[in-house]
């Protein structure tokens, strides 16, 4: 099989240190946290921008600080910038990937997020994946049910996406599907072919359907945006979550991809200089 790549979601647009004091938020916070998850074993860092009193933003000078304090303190790391998030307005969640991240999060389709709205409007979606596909950001295509897929594969049709595909399967969400073997078995087995993907599994079912998902050759993502618990009352942190994901790659011999074998595995499109902002 091939070598699993590892992405750490280091701290996600809903927790807040009051839920978990370690949850990191400021760039030094987030330098430390990249850096922690890149020495356990992860590629890739997934990114959500909080402010000074931590509440999510898209601002483009703070995401920029973000972006350039992990980029200095652990430049072999690849960095995906979440372009999700529940309260900013679309367009500028959108703009962020105008910064120039190797990899951005997509996502297809408006839901019911727990309590929240994830709003991720039909045409304000393929605009940026048309900027995207511009920019050569690669698209993580995260889908929490069925028929994200098909949404996604309109996409593909009408030339916003090219190959090779690289989904997340986000299962546990409450609005999306749950986190069962089957679902993520099904949802598996309807991905096109030549498709790159990972298992995105909320709470406690983070290292049961992770695991499931390794062992059927998919990737696998942790991190604390996913389960702020190693176990029952055992708060965690970035880096134990991803140490312990890599225990389990190593048990059903999988080896862990390094940024630079990810590159070649997810095929990223090249590095380009920064767009002007
Ligand atoms: N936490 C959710 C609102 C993403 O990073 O693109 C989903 C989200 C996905 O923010
Ligand atoms: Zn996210």
Sequence with gaps: MNPIVITAALNGPIATKADHPGLPTSPEEMALAAEGAYKAGAAIVHVHVRDEKGFPTVELTRVKQVLDAIRERVPEVLIQLSTGGIEPAY??????VELLPRMASLNPCTMTFGLAEFRNPPKEMRKLAARMRELGVKPELE????GHLDVVMSMFKEGLLA????FSIVLGVAGGAAATPHNLCNIVSNLPKGAIWQVIAIGRANLPLTTIGVAMGGNARTGLEDTLYLRKGELADNASLVARLVQVAK???RSIATPEEATKLLQLPSVQSAASV
């Design 251 to 253: 048990v059903l011999e």
């Design 163 to 166: 190959e090779p595909l690289q």
């Design 91 to 96: 367009a500028d969640r959108a703009r962020q």
């Design 143 to 146: 889908i929490y049910d069925y």
